[in-house]
C-alpha cells in the first residue's frame, strides 16, 4: 500500500453512495486497533505519517535520524526504541517532562482515579479537581498571583492571558508590546506576538502590537512614554525559542518598577521556563518580582497530560471579568480542568516538592552547566556560548556557514539550507547515532543546542551527555560535518 492510498472496505464505499441510509447499514470503517497501532513497524508508520499528518515534517527527521527510531517504551530519563536501545532524553519533550517519563507516582494516581470511575468534564458541575488545582497554583504563586483559568496547552493558557490583559488594561489601551525572537505559541491570537516569520507566514494577524529588543529596558521605556496606547507587556522570562536568552536580573525590577509607572500589565510567559525548570517554581522569582499575569504549561500535566494554566492577580481577574455578565467571556473551554488531567496535575506538584526536584534543577543543573563550560573551554573555536538556569541550557556553536572547507559547502546545503553552517544539526543527529542520546534545537537559533532534560537528571547523566559531546567534538568538525554527510546519502 503506497502512502497516499486511502484504503476503505466496499462496504464502506457502498455506505457513501447509498441513497437512504437505514442505522443496519452503518458499516465500521477500516481502522486501526490500538493493539495494531503498538505493533506498527517503522515503515508503515512513516507511511502514515506521511500520508495523515506532516509529510514535510518527515526530511527534518532524516536529517536527523529519527525517522528510524520506533519508541516502544519510556522510563524515567530514557526512551527504548524497537532494537531495545536506551536513549538518554535531553530533549524532555521541550520541558514537558520535568518528572520523567511514566512517573510511578503519576501513574498510580491516574490508575486509582480511572478504577473509581471518577467525573471527567467540568463543565455542568464545578469540579473538586479543577478547584483543588488552582487553589494549589494560586498556594505556590507569589503575591496574589491567585486567579486560575485552566487550558489544555501553552498556547491556550497564553490566548487566556492576552485576552485577560486586553479586558483589564480597558478599551483605550489595546497595544501589546512584545519581544524580538519571542515565542508564545502558534494559535492565531499569540502568533500576533510570536516572533518568527516561519510562523507567522501569511496570516493575517492583529497589528496593535510593538516589538522591542528582548532585555533593552530602554527600548521599553520609549514605547511606554511615546505610547499610551500600551495596555500590557509579554515577555518569556527567559526565551526558549530564541536560543535560551536570559535578561539580567535589573532588568526585571525596572520593567516592574516601569509598568507600575506606566500601568502597563506585565505578562510573563512560563510556559518553557517554569515549573521549576530554572531552579525556582517560576524563573521570575529569581529576580523578586512578581508579574500581573503568568502561564504554566507543558510540564505541569507530568509528562502524562495536557495541563495548562494561565494565572493572574485578583484585581485584573476582576476588572476582566469579575461580573456575572462577563464571567462567561472567560469560562474554561469543553477540556479546561478535565478531572484526570487535574488530578495529574495535584500530583506534579506533590511531586516536584516531595522529591525536591525544583533544587535538583538548580543544584544539578549547576553542575551541567559547569561541566559544559569546561568544555567550552576545551574547544574554543567550536563552542560560542554556555549559558542558562537551572535544567534550561543552551550551547552555542559558532557559525561555520563561511569557514567550512569548500568542498563540504555545496553538499551540506544541498542537504538542506537551514543547516548549512549549522553544525547543532549534526552534532544532534551524531549524538543520537553513535551515542544514544537525543537532545533539542531552538525555533530562531540553529546554532543553539537546547537542554531541557527531565528535573529528574542525576550527575551521571549529565556526566554521560558531556562525555559524549567531549568525543564527538574531540573528532573535528571537518570529520563531523563529512561523517553527517555520510549518513545522509547512505
Ligand atoms: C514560551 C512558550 N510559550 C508558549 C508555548 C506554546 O505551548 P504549546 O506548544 O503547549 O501550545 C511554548 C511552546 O513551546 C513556549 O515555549
Same mark, same amino acid.
Given at each position: 500500500m503506497t502512502a497516499m492510498t486511502k484504503p476503505k472496505t466496499d462496504d464502506a464505499r457502498a455506505v457513501v453512495n447509498a441513497p437512504a441510509l437505514s442505522p443496519a447499514a452503518i458499516v465500521k470503517p477500516a481502522m486501526i486497533s490500538v493493539e495494531e497501532s503498538k505493533a506498527m513497524d517503522v515503515a508503515r508508520m512513516t507511511d502514515l505519517f506521511k500520508a495523515h499528518l506532516n509529510p514535510g515534517q518527515l526530511h527534518f527527521m532524516k536529517l536527523l535520524g529519527f525517522h528510524k527510531i520506533k519508541i516502544e517504551t519510556a522510563e524515567g530519563m530514557f526512551y527504548v526504541d524497537q532494537n531495545g536501545r536506551r536513549i538518554l532524553d535531553f530533549f524532555g519533550g521541550f520541558g514537558s517532562l520535568a518528572l520523567g517519563h511514566n512517573h510511578k507516582r503519576i501513574i498510580a494516581a491516574r490508575e486509582k482515579f480511572q478504577d473509581e470511575k471518577r467525573h471527567e468534564i467540568a463543565i455542568a458541575f464545578m469540579s473538586q479537581y479543577a478547584a483543588a488545582l488552582a487553589h494549589n497554583l494560586a498556594q505556590i504563586a507569589p503575591g496574589d498571583l491567585d486567579m486560575v483559568f485552566l487550558g489544555s496547552s501553552g498556547s491556550e493558557a497564553m490566548e487566556a492571558a492576552i485576552k485577560i490583559a486586553e479586558r483589564a488594561a480597558g478599551p483605550k489601551r489595546p497595544k501589546v508590546v512584545y519581544a524580538e525572537n519571542s515565542f508564545h505559541g502558534k494559535t492565531k491570537g499569540v502568533l500576533a506576538i510570536t516572533d518568527g516569520q516561519l510562523y507567522r507566514g501569511e496570516f493575517k494577524l492583529t497589528d496593535n502590537t510593538v516589538r522591542v529588543p528582548f532585555g533593552d529596558i530602554d527600548a521599553i521605556e520609549r514605547a511606554f512614554k511615546s505610547d499610551p496606547e500600551i495596555g500590557a507587556i509579554v515577555l518569556e522570562t527567559i526565551q526558549g525559542g530564541g536560543g535560551i536568552v536570559q535578561a539580567p536580573a535589573e532588568f526585571w525590577q525596572k520593567l516592574r518598577a516601569l509598568c507600575d509607572q506606566y500601568g502597563v500589565l506585565w505578562v510573563a510567559?512560563?510556559?518553557?521556563? %517554569?515549573v521549576g525548570r530554572? %531552579?525556582? +517554581? +517560576?524563573?521570575f522569582e529569581h529576580y523578586g518580582v512578581v508579574p500581573d499575569v503568568t502561564a504554566v504549561a507543558k510540564s505541569l500535566g507530568g509528562g502524562k497530560s495536557a495541563m495548562a494554566a494561565m494565572i493572574a492577580k485578583r484585581d485584573v481577574y476582576m476588572k476582566a471579568y469579575g461580573t456575572p455578565k462577563t464571567a462567561m467571556i472567560h469560562a474554561a473551554a469543553t477540556f479546561g480542568g478535565i478531572g484526570e488531567a487535574s488530578i495529574t496535575a495535584i500530583e506534579t506538584l506533590h511531586v516536584l516538592y516531595d522529591e525536591g526536584l525544583i533544587e535538583n534543577a538548580a543544584v544539578t543543573g549547576d553542575y551541567l552547566l559547569n561541566r559544559l563550560q569546561a568544555l567550552q573551554a576545551k574547544y574554543p573555536k567550536i563552542i560560542k556560548d554556555v549559558r542558562g538556569k537551572g535544567f534550561m541550557i543552551g550551547l552555542e556553536f559558532h557559525d561555520f556557514s563561511q569557514t567550512l572547507p569548500m568542498v563540504l559547502r555545496p553538499v551540506v546545503s544541498m542537504l538542506d539550507d537551514k543547516l548549512k553552517g549549522s553544525l547543532s544539526g549534526f552534532v544532534g543527529a551524531l549524538l543520537l547515532r553513535d551515542y544514544d542520546v537525543l537532545v533539542a534545537f531552538t525555533e530562531y537559533n540553529r546554532n543553539v543546542i537546547r537542554l531541557l532534560p527531565?528535573?529528574?537528571?542525576?550527575r551521571e547523566h549529565a556526566d554521560r551527555l558531556v562525555d559524549a559531546m567531549d568525543s564527538l567534538l574531540g573528532r573535528g568538525i571537518v570529520a563531523i560535518v563529512k561523517d553527517f554527510v555520510k549518513s545522509q546519502v547512505k
Open positions: 510567559d512560563e510556559v518553557q521556563c %517554569g530554572s %531552579g525556582r +517554581f +517560576f524563573a527531565p528535573l529528574i537528571c542525576q
